[in-house]
């Protein structure tokens, strides 16, 4: 198999703090983890970041998934794709004022 790259870039005052919506694209473990942040910004910027690499994973896989089964966590300051059946896959997630971008990259 070929590597594939995937990438988004969201504008971040257009994130969504509903429930509902968060519910639709959030593993549970990343809605445990977003409600702990207390301030609205850290909120969005987890959001956000979430959903730009959720999308960046899509765009280099070529099956199908619902992007609330995908579970993005942390491990020496990295994230990292919690689920086995995408360990082949290397995310990178930044953030500045307006904007946060990630890229994927299915090895």
């Known amino acids: 198999m070929m590597a594939k790259i995937g990438i988004d870039i969201v504008e971040n005052k257009r994130i969504n703090l509903n429930d509902k919506f968060l519910k639709k694209f959030l593993h ?3 809605f445990i983890l977003l409600s702990k942040l ?5 909120k ?3 959001i956000a ?7 960046a994973i899509i765009k ?9 089964s ?8 990295k ?25 994927a990259l299915n090895l």
């Open 28 to 30: 549970k473990n990343e």
């Open 38 to 42: 207390e301030s609205q910004e850290a």
């Open 44 to 46: 969005i910027k987890f």
């Open 49 to 55: 970041g979430r959903w730009a690499a959720k999308e």
């Open 60 to 68: 280099c896989i070529e099956n199908k998934v619902v992007s609330n």
């Open 70 to 77: 995908i579970n993005i966590v942390y491990q020496n300051e």
């Open 79 to 103: 994230p990292i794709i919690e689920n086995k059946e995408y360990e082949n896959i290397e995310i990178s997630i930044s953030h500045e004022e307006n904007y946060s971008v990630a890229v």
